[in-house]
């Protein structure tokens, strides 16, 4: 399984993204897809997950509300869109991918990992 995630860029207090993990090799009938996000100095944190059979979704605290994870199965993508943005928001933002069930941002658990993203929250 490879993961690529894109849509990172420089936007200003209160502006939008929209985050893009496409995912392509031979995936089992259940997974998941998270997103985890490291800020410098700091160490990587979950932000969301989703799985790919009953849609079951979890979002850190930080980002519930402003947050927004969906999936579309066909094309085994999974997006993040990110409103109402933060400067500790600010980061490099990683896809992952586990299969089995159920939801979990317990970093370890997951198999796969993507490149990042940049995220950058600045006026």
């Known amino acids: 399984v490879q993961l690529q995630a894109s849509g990172g860029g420089l936007v200003q207090p209160g502006g939008s993204l929209r985050l893009t993990c496409a995912t392509s090799g031979v995936t089992p009938d259940h997974y998941a897809t998270g997103w985890f996000r490291q800020a410098p100095g700091k160490e990587r944190e979950g932000v969301s997950c989703?799985?790919?059979?009953?849609?079951?979704?979890f979002y850190a605290d930080s980002v519930k509300g402003r947050f927004t994870i969906t999936r579309d199965n066909a094309k085994k993508t999974v997006y993040l869109q990110m409103d109402s943005l933060k400067p500790e928001d600010t980061g490099v933002y990683y896809c992952?991918?586990?299969w089995g069930y159920g939801v979990s941002l317990i970093q370890s658990a997951y198999h796969f990992w993507g490149q990042g993203t940049q995220v950058t929250v600045s006026s």
């Open positions: 992952a991918w586990r």
């Open positions: 989703i799985t790919n059979d009953d849609g079951m979704i």
